[in-house]
C-alpha cells in the first residue's frame, strides 16, 4: 500500500513557540492530504483538509491563524502550531488518499506537548 | 456534512466469544466505509473497508456488513482472542477529496 510518513513522531515546547509537523507521501503524489487532532480517550477529529497549490480548508472551530498549513509540493504538506499553548497537546495524525483508490494512509502521527 | 454515530462506546467480552460493533452514518452520498484499529499512541491500523456496492464483506474472523438503505454498517469479529483488545473506529466519507469522519470508538477488551 501507499505509504506516508510524518515528522517529528514526538516533540516537546514551551508555552508561546511554535512547532512544525511534516507529512510526506513516499511513494505516490497526494493533491490532498488530511490533518487530524486527536485528545486522549477520543476520536479522530478533522482539522483541516490541505490541498496542493492553494488554501487549506479548515473545519469550523479550527483556528487558521494558529494553525498554519502549507502543501507547497505533491508529495508534502506542513502543519505549523504557533504560539502553542497546553490545550495544544495532542495526538497530530496527517493522511493522504492515493490516486488509485478510497483507501486513506495515515502518517505516524506525532505527539505534541506543550509545558 | 457526514456526521458517524458509534455504539457501544465499551464492550467487554469473554476469549471465543463473538463481538459486534455498530455505527450509523448521515451523508447518503457516503460510499465508503473503513474499520481501524489502534493501538495506544499509534496511528490506526485499517482492518476491513466495505464500499457501497456490496453488503457484506469477511476476512477470516472479522466481517462486516452494510445497509445503505438505512445508513448503518457493523463489524463483526467472531472468535476472539486477547489480543482483539483495543479502540475500534468505524468511518465514512465519499470519493474524490473528501475527507474520512470517524465514530467516537469502541474500546473492546477480551477477557481471557
Known amino acids: 500500500g501507499a505509504v506516508v510518513s510524518q515528522h517529528p513522531s514526538r516533540v516537546i515546547c514551551k508555552s508561546g513557540t511554535s512547532v512544525k509537523i511534516e507529512c510526506r507521501s513516499l511513494?505516490?503524489?497526494?493533491?490532498?492530504m488530511f490533518w487530524y487532532r486527536q485528545f486522549p480517550k477520543q476520536s479522530l477529529m478533522l482539522m483541516a483538509t490541505?490541498?496542493?497549490?492553494?488554501?487549506?480548508?479548515?473545519e469550523q472551530g479550527v483556528e487558521k491563524d494558529k494553525f498554519l498549513i502549507n502543501h507547497a509540493s505533491l508529495t508534502l504538506s506542513t502543519l505549523t502550531v504557533t504560539s502553542a499553548h497546553p490545550e495544544d497537546s495532542s495526538f497530530y495524525i496527517c493522511?493522504?488518499?492515493?490516486?488509485?483508490?478510497?483507501?486513506?494512509?495515515f502518517g505516524e502521527g506525532s505527539r505534541l506537548t506543550v509545558l | 456534512g457526514e456526521n458517524v454515530e458509534q455504539h457501544p462506546s465499551t464492550l467487554s467480552v469473554q476469549e471465543g466469544d463473538s463481538a459486534v460493533i455498530k455505527c450509523t452514518y448521515s451523508?447518503?452520498?457516503?460510499?465508503?466505509f473503513p474499520w481501524y484499529k489502534q493501538e495506544l499512541g499509534k496511528r490506526p491500523q485499517l482492518i476491513i473497508d466495505?464500499?457501497?456496492?456490496?453488503g457484506e464483506k469477511k476476512d477470516q474472523r472479522i466481517a462486516v456488513t452494510l445497509n445503505k438503505t438505512a445508513k448503518h454498517f457493523s463489524l463483526h469479529i467472531t472468535e476472539t482472542q486477547p489480543e482483539d483488545s483495543a479502540v475500534y473506529f468505524c468511518a465514512a466519507s465519499g470519493s474524490g477529496n473528501t475527507p474520512l469522519v470517524f465514530g467516537k470508538g469502541t474500546r473492546l477488551s477480551v477477557i481471557a
Open positions: 451523508d447518503s452520498a457516503s460510499n465508503y
Open positions: 511513494d505516490f503524489q497526494a493533491t490532498t
Open positions: 493522511s493522504a488518499r492515493s490516486p488509485q483508490g478510497l483507501e486513506l494512509f
Open positions: 466495505i464500499r457501497s456496492n456490496v
Open positions: 490541505s490541498n496542493e497549490g492553494s488554501k487549506a480548508t479548515y
